[in-house]
């Protein structure tokens, strides 16, 4: 049995980016940084590590991220890893490893600021006045609390898509 899993929570680092193969099918893509803090033994000082990564988003999932989602914005992706080859312009062969999602949850609306490490959930892109005036709650209420499904779309796609679908 083989298992190509990838779960990934990080912040995006550029706006999405939306397109449409020949075939009439979206395609989004979009890059996240996921960071990695340790201490360094021989020195005591804390040494951050940040990995960029390619994900792609297909068709409706593809064209809810490039609705709700701005450079900066924590989110939740899970996929699997593909890797793309392909012959350039000057002859050479190129690579590309990406994260195909398969499921995408924001964590944060789009341009929210917050401290790392925190949970912010999603709201609607207006915020309500009564959302304002809410009571504090804690981590564990939040944790708890499913929000409604338009606030937080996720969708899980099952079909495959080929390379030849890929516009770029």
Known sequence: MDLNKVMLIGRLTRDPELRTTPSGVNVCQVGLATSYVYTNQQTGQKVENTEFHNIVMWRKLGEIAHQYLKKGTQIFVEGRLQTRSWD???????????????????LQRAGQGSSAGSYQ?????????????????????????????EELPTIQQGEDVSVDDIPF
């Open 88 to 106: 350039a312009q000057d002859g050479q062969k190129k690579y590309r490893t990406e994260i195909v999602a398969d499921n995408m949850i924001m």
């Open 121 to 149: 959930p999603a709201a609607s892109s207006s915020p309500s006045p009564a959302s304002s005036s809410r009571p504090p709650v804690s981590k564990a209420e939040e944790a708890s609390q499913v929000p409604p499904a």
